[in-house]
């Protein structure tokens, strides 16, 4: 099945710093890949998967799970873990919860995380009818490109399939239960106004995580989609202060290694 525009995965081999950026639900890359791009030009190494079911028609996620989005980031982690000293773990939206997951789960090997609008619960009325309006309904109208910049669109599905929203919506329960075990510097970056995911999710995270190191940021100018929003440039330099200042910190302790921080690299795209 071909991919959508700009849905392709994006790699880049820098220096002893990984990052891995994770995309939201019936989104596809393109919409983190500014940012994916700006931390490979400082020099470090950052892997952006696509995940299955999205980036080619919505029909197809209606035949993945929540296993099969989180097996993808918990590979491409791995991977960066086997090839770098410290990763990091950026998302957006679905991303975020994903990222919140491996976090998690992974402990140590996840050295931070950045978050931009990460997803908590499924607010509609409908949600606790999806296990069985999913099997009656197939697809709801799409929720792409929530951006307050003019002339800007988010590649993803006009339509939203709703097993893949009953899968979403159990795998942000389960996320919410793993919470109090991410213990990571945390950066958590939320729009004002955000018509996807309201403000009352990251309040929601951050009560529940037991992160000591948490920066909270508000986006005064963006929607949901905020890293291809007025405010992608603060989002892009916020995140690489804080792994610098995150991996400096870590490396103080460790006797130092070679990070790659701060070096301009030429992006490659791939994969």
Not at 50 to 73: F, I, N
Not at 137 to 149: F, H, L, R, T
Not at 201 to 209: G, K, P, T, W
Not at 252 to 270: I, N, V
């Amino acid at each position: 099945m071909p991919l959508l525009p700009g849905a392709q995965p994006f790699r880049h081999d820098g220096g002893e710093i990984g990052v891995l950026v994770c995309h939201g639900f019936t989104g596809s890359p393109q919409s983190v890949r500014p940012w994916a791009e700006h931390l490979a030009r400082q020099g470090l190494t950052v892997s952006l998967p696509l995940l299955p079911g999205h980036g080619t028609r919505w029909q197809d996620l209606a035949v993945t799970s929540r296993e099969d989005w989180y097996a993808e980031v918990d590979r491409e982690l791995r991977a960066l873990a086997e090839r770098c000293r410290r990763v990091f773990v950026c998302g957006l939206s679905m991303g975020g919860a994903l990222a919140l997951r491996l976090a998690a789960r992974h402990g140590a090997r996840v050295s931070g995380l950045a978050l931009v609008n990460p997803a908590h619960g499924m607010h509609e009325r409908a949600a606790a009818a999806l296990p069985v309006l999913r099997h009656l309904v197939p697809s709801a109208k799409g929720i792409v490109s929530d951006i307050a910049k003019p002339g800007v669109r988010e590649t993803g599905y006009d339509r939203v399939p709703l097993h893949g929203a009953y899968q979403l919506r159990r795998l942000l329960r389960e996320v919410d239960a793993e919470l109090p075990r991410v213990t990571q510097p945390l950066l958590l970056m939320h729009s004002a106004v955000d018509h996807v995911v309201p403000p009352v999710d990251s309040a929601r995270i951050l009560s529940r995580v037991s992160s000591r190191d948490v920066t909270e940021l508000v986006l005064e100018r963006s929607y949901h989609v905020a890293t291809l929003d007025h405010d992608a440039e603060l989002v892009f330099a916020e995140t690489h202060a804080f792994i610098s200042r995150v991996a400096e910190g870590m490396t103080d302790k460790d006797g130092g290694m070679d990070t790659g921080l701060g070096k301009e690299g030429a992006a490659s795209g791939g994969a």
